[in-house]
């Protein structure tokens, strides 16, 4: 969990003043019913819904142009998508940038899990995906079988989780300042269109 302590950490010294860890739960869990996601697919404008997948696992990559380990875990995950091309997994990496941010970003790094925008955090709100990057797996059921950095989904734990297993590796305990998270993320997104040319 190196990755995720150094973004803990750049996060909340760059951004957050974050108070007291709220009492409630702050992220989903395993177990949990998977929301309806509502994100719009970069490549070809496609709004998909968790019917859209019968018989199909998702994999819900959640993370944002400017975080380093996300950068670092694309490799990893254009190698996972390629691994299971053709197996019932689907994998989607779901930023809240507006696609004037992301596609500059996509000209100079590799992605190629199809990339889904959240640009009105609902989709974040709806899965409390405020410590990135995160990757939720919802079985065909629709059901979270792990919250957890991508890079402790490996090859062999997707193939557990496609045998209809739940992945024996560390889970998410979720962000402790949601509302601080959101409000770094919304001020990212601000300051970006501040900066654009007839904005």
Same mark, same amino acid.
């Given at each position: 969990?190196?990755?995720?302590?150094?973004?803990?950490?750049?996060?909340?010294?760059?951004?957050?003043?974050?108070?007291?860890? @709220? @009492?409630?739960?702050?992220?989903?869990? !395993?177990?949990?019913?998977?929301?309806?996601?509502?994100?719009e697919?970069?490549?070809?404008?496609?709004?998909?819904?968790?019917?859209?997948?019968?018989?199909?696992?998702?994999?819900?990559?959640?993370?944002?142009?400017?975080?380093?380990?996300?950068?670092?875990?694309?490799?990893?995950?254009?190698?996972?998508?390629?691994?299971?091309?053709?197996?019932?997994?689907?994998?989607?990496?779901?930023?809240?940038e507006?696609?004037?941010?992301v596609?500059?970003?996509?000209?100079?790094?590799?992605?190629?899990?199809?990339v889904?925008?959240?640009?009105?955090?609902?989709?974040?709100?709806?899965y409390?995906?405020?410590?990135?990057? !995160?990757l939720?797996?919802?079985?065909?059921?629709? !059901?979270i079988?792990?919250?957890?950095?991508?890079?402790?989904? !490996? @090859?062999?734990?997707?193939?557990?989780?496609?045998? &209809?297993?739940?992945?024996?590796?560390?889970?998410? @305990?979720?962000?402790?300042?949601?509302? &601080?998270?959101?409000?770094?993320?919304?001020?990212?997104?601000?300051?970006?269109?501040?900066?654009?040319?007839?904005?």
């Amino acid at each position: 969990m190196r990755k995720r302590s150094f973004l803990i950490a750049m996060v909340t010294s760059v951004a957050l003043a974050a108070g007291p860890a @709220e @009492e409630k739960q702050t992220t989903l869990k !395993t177990g949990d019913a998977a929301p309806e996601p509502n994100f719009e697919v970069l490549s070809d404008g496609s709004r998909p819904r968790l019917a859209d997948f019968e018989g199909e696992y998702l994999f819900l990559d959640f993370w944002a142009t400017w975080c380093p380990p996300c950068v670092e875990s694309i490799p990893h995950l254009n190698a996972l998508q390629a691994r299971f091309r053709g197996r019932p997994a689907r994998f989607f990496s779901i930023t809240y940038e507006p696609a004037g941010m992301v596609r500059p970003f996509l000209e100079k790094h590799g992605l190629e899990v199809p990339v889904g925008l959240d640009d009105d955090f609902s989709t974040f709100q709806a899965y409390r995906a405020w410590g990135i990057p !995160t990757l939720y797996v919802i079985n065909p059921e629709g !059901t979270i079988v792990s919250v957890a950095s991508p890079f402790d989904v !490996t @090859e062999e734990v997707v193939e557990a989780v496609l045998a &209809g297993g739940v992945p024996d590796i560390e889970q998410y @305990e979720g962000w402790p300042d949601p509302q &601080g998270a959101e409000e770094y993320f919304r001020s990212l997104v601000e300051k970006w269109k501040a900066a654009q040319p007839g904005e």
